[in-house]
């Protein structure tokens, strides 16, 4: 049976019209529309054979022509449209809406929008932007979930027309990739959160090697499950040297990952040019790009991009790919979020590394302060008592040397359980402490009678490195003196010039008797000079610049400590002058021919 679609005001068409038709011996269904609008779809139905408009329903001829080319170019359009009637039914759809619903052209329609589309999930914001458009006459839009793991942005909007029932036009656009783009976006940055995350077990109970080794296998995951990565390379960049130092190597040829590359522009790969230059590098092709140095050897591109922390290169990352032209911008993207969480977890775990060296460090320092004093008290009192028993009792005097090195023995092992205990390799290097290397292991003699002074030498000095003794008078010097040589033996005496027994000048000399050469400091008040000693001292060997006037800073301190160390004869064997030995301070050396320098 024929259709035809009449267009016009009552419930059955005119009996003219009826009557003219009534001859095709299949019969004529009338199919009443209520608009031209609503007409036009119906025109998709293979068995419509005309359309009648009455007069008043008849638009501009100018209009039906725009109505036509606005149905043709809404058909190819890349986005998709629909039509809806107020039941939210489909009246018409163009291609590329059926085809995201998988259903084929010509789809007989009348389904709502949501069976068209498999009942998708709706994720917001709008819980149905086609009520909400429907009842308040306004836009709306929200996002649909399909089946097929699709996103949908779909926007709602109105047609305003006096003689039309109430119809939605509906334009969806696929957002997949933008959903699935922030969704690896919030992986990657909760993947970072947890590279981080180190719990308090994991802080107290694992060993930096132990630490570093997972972080190296979240790396690894992350990057192979969340980003696709399976060649990966991750360098970390010793500042000192400019050395580039492997962490983490998956996938990449052994004498690759073996070689030395530098933080340098050029003549060491994209690498060492990203670290040198902290700017990101994508070689399409490296059979074409003069940077690339081979790292495996089916690798036809790379993405490599520093691993920055507050705009300080800590090192690189990289990855390769066996086809050409493999990473994308977004891949750089999604590489460089990564890289800085990387950076930041390769800093926590410095921090926590250095926090932990610092503590054990702090405890070392707080034992070997409370028993310093206590130690140079066994030491005096040792050396008293065995002044005492000299060719009386030399089983005595070999006990009370057996107390002596024991009590020196205290310090030592308190200071090797603190190196052992502070991690310092994986530790940033200070600066300071390598400026005063050269005062690690002297063995330093104070002689003060106030208490705080010798309690000061201890904290001040020892951190370091020096090995520290005190006296608290002159004899009591002499004595400490006596009773040390070989590696026991002082480098260094400091003592203040007014002591209670004599001054720091007569302990000089008395000094000279049982050395070869006294490297002394002299300590005195600002003008306190009684019998101008300090000129005596100079006169008889003291360096032009062993003198400190209290108050003095630290620094002072230490630049006279190591004037004095640096002016001292080394002995024989350690690369010094071979001294006479009937030569006091002072005198001429000899070479092992005689003859005089």
Same mark, same amino acid.
């Given at each position: 049976?024929?259709?035809?679609?009449?267009?016009?005001?009552?419930?059955?068409?005119?009996?003219?019209?009826?009557?003219?038709?009534?001859?095709?011996?299949?019969?004529?269904?009338?199919?009443r529309?209520?608009s031209?609008?609503?007409?036009?779809?119906?025109?998709?139905?293979?068995?419509?054979?005309?359309?009648?408009?009455?007069?008043?329903?008849?638009?501009?001829i100018?209009?039906?022509?725009?109505?036509?080319?606005?149905?043709?170019?809404?058909?190819?359009?890349?986005?998709?449209?629909?039509?809806?009637d107020?039941?939210?039914?489909?009246?018409?759809?163009?291609?590329?809406?059926?085809?995201?619903?998988?259903?084929?052209?010509?789809?007989?329609?009348?389904?709502?929008?949501?069976?068209?589309?498999?009942?998708?999930?709706?994720?917001?914001?709008?819980?149905?932007?086609?009520?909400?458009s429907?009842?308040?006459?306004d836009?709306?839009?929200?996002?649909?979930?399909?089946?097929?793991?699709?996103?949908?942005?779909?926007?709602?909007?109105?047609?305003?027309?006096?003689?039309?029932?109430?119809? &939605?036009?509906?334009?969806?656009?696929? %957002?997949? =990739? $933008?959903?699935?783009?922030?969704?690896? @976006? /919030?992986?990657? #940055?909760?993947?970072?959160?947890?590279?981080?995350?180190?719990?308090?077990?994991?802080?107290?109970?694992?060993?930096?090697?132990?630490?570093?080794?997972?972080?190296?296998?979240?790396?690894?995951?992350?990057?192979?499950?969340?980003?696709?990565?399976?060649?990966?390379?991750?360098?970390?960049?010793?500042?000192s040297?400019?050395?580039l &130092?492997?962490?983490?190597?998956?996938? %990449?040829? =052994? $004498?690759?990952?073996?070689?030395?590359? @530098? /933080?340098?522009? #050029?003549?060491?790969?994209?690498?060492?040019?990203?670290?040198?230059?902290?700017?990101?590098?994508?070689?399409?092709?490296?059979?074409?790009?003069?940077?690339?140095?081979?790292?495996?050897?089916?690798?036809?591109s790379?993405?490599?991009?520093?691993?920055?922390?507050?705009?300080?290169?800590?090192g690189?990352?990289n990855?390769?790919?066996?086809?050409?032209?493999a990473?994308?911008?977004?891949?750089?993207?999604?590489?460089?979020?990564?890289?800085?969480?990387?950076?930041?977890?390769?800093?926590?775990?410095?921090?926590?590394?250095?926090?932990?060296?610092?503590?054990?460090?702090?405890?070392?320092?707080?034992?070997?302060?409370?028993?310093?004093?206590?130690?140079?008290?066994?030491?005096?009192?040792?050396?008293?008592?065995?002044?005492?028993?000299?060719?009386?009792?030399?089983?005595?005097m070999?006990?009370?040397?057996?107390?002596?090195?024991?009590?020196?023995?205290?310090?030592?092992?308190?200071?090797?359980?603190?190196?052992?205990?502070?991690?310092?390799?994986?530790?940033?290097?200070?600066?300071?402490?390598?400026?005063?290397?050269?005062?690690?292991?002297?063995?330093?003699?104070?002689?003060?009678?106030?208490?705080?002074?010798?309690?000061?030498?201890?904290?001040?000095?020892e951190?370091?490195?020096?090995?520290?003794?005190?006296?608290?008078?002159?004899?009591?010097?002499?004595?400490?003196?006596?009773?040390?040589?070989?590696?026991?033996?002082?480098?260094?005496?400091?003592?203040?010039?007014?002591?209670?027994?004599?001054?720091?000048?007569?302990?000089?000399?008395?000094?000279?008797?049982?050395?070869?050469?006294?490297?002394?400091?002299?300590?005195?008040?600002?003008?306190?000079?009684?019998?101008?000693?300090?000129?005596?001292?100079?006169?008889?060997?003291?360096?032009?610049?062993?003198?400190?006037?209290?108050?003095?800073?630290?620094?002072q301190?230490?630049?006279?400590?190591?004037?004095?160390?640096?002016?001292?004869?080394?002995?024989?064997?350690?690369?010094?002058?071979?001294?006479?030995?009937?030569?006091?301070?002072?005198?001429?050396?000899?070479?092992?021919?005689?003859?005089?320098?």
């Amino acid at each position: 049976m024929s259709k035809i679609i009449w267009v016009g005001d009552g419930d059955v068409p005119p009996e003219g019209l009826i009557a003219d038709t009534a001859s095709d011996p299949g019969g004529v269904q009338w199919v009443r529309s209520d608009s031209v609008v609503e007409a036009f779809p119906l025109l998709e139905e293979e068995d419509v054979v005309g359309v009648w408009l009455e007069r008043n329903s008849l638009p501009q001829i100018s209009e039906v022509r725009g109505i036509s080319q606005s149905g043709l170019m809404l058909r190819d359009m890349p986005e998709g449209v629909a039509l809806l009637d107020s039941d939210l039914r489909v009246i018409w759809a163009n291609r590329q809406l059926l085809q995201w619903a998988g259903r084929e052209e010509g789809t007989p329609l009348g389904m709502t929008f949501y069976e068209l589309l498999h009942n998708p999930e709706i994720m917001g914001p709008d819980f149905c932007p086609f009520h909400t458009s429907l009842a308040t006459g306004d836009q709306s839009h929200s996002t649909l979930h399909s089946a097929g793991s699709q996103y949908f942005k779909v926007h709602a909007a109105p047609i305003h027309s006096a003689d039309a029932p109430r119809h &939605l036009i509906v334009t969806i656009s696929d %957002i997949t =990739e $933008e959903i699935l783009q922030e969704q690896k @976006l /919030a992986a990657i #940055h909760q993947a970072g959160r947890e590279l981080a995350d180190l719990r308090p077990n994991e802080i107290f109970m694992m060993e930096v090697d132990e630490r570093i080794d997972l972080l190296k296998d979240n790396i690894q995951h992350y990057l192979r499950d969340l980003l696709n990565f399976e060649v990966i390379e991750i360098r970390v960049l010793e500042q000192s040297t400019g050395d580039l &130092l492997p962490l983490l190597s998956v996938g %990449i040829d =052994e $004498e690759a990952s073996d070689r030395r590359l @530098l /933080a340098r522009m #050029h003549e060491n790969g994209i690498t060492g040019y990203v670290a040198a230059s902290g700017v990101p590098y994508i070689c399409h092709d490296v059979l074409n790009d003069p940077l690339f140095i081979p790292g495996v050897a089916n690798a036809r591109s790379s993405l490599t991009v520093p691993l920055i922390l507050h705009d300080q290169v800590l090192g690189t990352i990289n990855v390769e790919s066996p086809d050409v032209s493999a990473f994308s911008d977004s891949d750089l993207q999604f590489l460089e979020i990564f890289a800085r969480d990387i950076a930041f977890a390769l800093n926590t775990l410095e921090l926590l590394v250095a926090q932990k060296a610092n503590t054990a460090q702090q405890s070392c320092d707080a034992i070997h302060s409370a028993v310093a004093m206590p130690v140079d008290a066994i030491l005096n009192d040792a050396v008293h008592v065995m002044e005492g028993y000299i060719g009386h009792s030399p089983e005595v005097m070999d006990r009370l040397g057996r107390i002596l090195q024991n009590s020196r023995d205290i310090k030592r092992t308190i200071q090797q359980i603190g190196q052992k205990m502070t991690p310092l390799e994986a530790v940033a290097a200070d600066e300071k402490s390598e400026q005063h290397a050269a005062l690690r292991g002297q063995r330093i003699l104070v002689v003060d009678e106030d208490e705080q002074v010798r309690e000061d030498a201890h904290r001040l000095l020892e951190k370091y490195g020096c090995v520290v003794e005190t006296a608290h008078a002159g004899d009591e010097a002499v004595l400490m003196v006596r009773r040390s040589g070989g590696e026991d033996s002082y480098d260094a005496i400091i003592s203040d010039i007014r002591l209670s027994d004599y001054s720091g000048y007569q302990l000089m000399l008395r000094l000279g008797k049982l050395m070869d050469h006294v490297p002394m400091i002299l300590m005195t008040g600002f003008g306190y000079d009684p019998g101008h000693s300090i000129v005596k001292a100079k006169q008889n060997g003291l360096h032009p610049k062993a003198v400190l006037y209290k108050p003095f800073r630290l620094d002072q301190l230490i630049d006279v400590l190591k004037t004095v160390l640096e002016a001292t004869p080394k002995p024989p064997g350690d690369g010094g002058d071979l001294a006479d030995e009937e030569n006091g301070a002072g005198h001429p050396t000899t070479t092992s021919s005689g003859a005089r320098p």
